[in-house]
């Protein structure tokens, strides 16, 4: 079963618009991940937040995490053709066994 | 580059029959992982390999099986195919056992015929 559930599935901008990518979670964590996708290739990692902090940047990547409402965003600032990929997060439990549970992705289209 | 190498890349055979799929994971890396992405299900997390010994399984089949060699790398068997198990299967490594962020490999994508 998925534990993250990004929002919107899928989003259109133009190149130098920002784009907000939101996942959703179910149970406590230990940390978030945001991932990567090109079209047919590996996953890549982006950023890590863990669970006690609530921002963090790298560079045209910012990252909010609220464990209240067990969501976080990942917005890319000033968005680049280069850009276009699936991007999805990925989350570490507390409880169990200690691995990742990616959700579904969201499919970003950025046109020049 | 992540590191993680996956052969082959892609595998074309019939209902029926059986694979293997191989990963080599970063330099010095203990940890593989399998996963399996379809459209239907999105990634889904098979199993997790530490040093050799089985860590943990997800939703993985009864026909499917994996090991990890003294050297690390992997293989991912896949046997009594059927048509739903056309996919992408990644393979990721860490450096330990805990869920560090994942260096995947390129992928084999299978189609089942």
């Known amino acids: 079963s998925q534990q993250g559930e990004e929002d919107p599935q899928a989003l259109s901008i133009q190149e130098g618009e920002n784009a907000t990518m939101n996942c959703s979670y179910k149970t406590s964590i230990n940390n978030l991940q945001w991932y990567r996708q090109n079209s047919g290739r590996g996953l890549v990692h982006l950023i890590l937040i863990r669970s006690n902090e609530r921002e963090k940047h790298s560079g045209r990547l910012r990252v909010t995490l609220d464990t209240s409402k067990k969501s976080s965003s990942l917005l890319i600032t000033a968005s680049r053709a280069a850009d276009t990929a699936s991007y999805f997060c990925a989350t570490d439990p507390v409880s169990g066994y200690s691995t990742l549970t990616f959700g579904k992705g969201t499919m970003l289209l950025v046109s020049p | 580059d992540s590191g993680v190498t996956q052969t082959p890349k892609h595998l074309i055979t019939a209902t029926g029959q059986r694979v293997t799929l191989r990963c080599s994971p970063r330099?010095?890396?203990?940890?593989v992982y399998w996963y399996q992405q379809s459209l239907d299900q999105g990634l889904q997390f098979l199993i997790h390999?530490?040093?050799?010994?089985?860590?943990a399984k997800g939703n993985i089949l009864e026909r499917f099986s994996a090991q990890q060699f003294p050297d690390l790398h992997s293989e991912l068997n896949l046997s009594s195919l059927e048509l739903g198990d056309s996919a992408l299967y990644f393979c990721?490594?860490?450096?330990?056992?805990?869920?560090?962020?994942?260096?995947f490999g390129n992928g084999t994508r299978l189609t089942v015929t």
């Open positions: 390999y530490y040093n050799g010994e089985e860590r």
């Open positions: 330099s010095g890396d203990l940890s």
């Open positions: 990721a490594s860490t450096p330990g056992q805990g869920a560090s962020p994942l260096h």
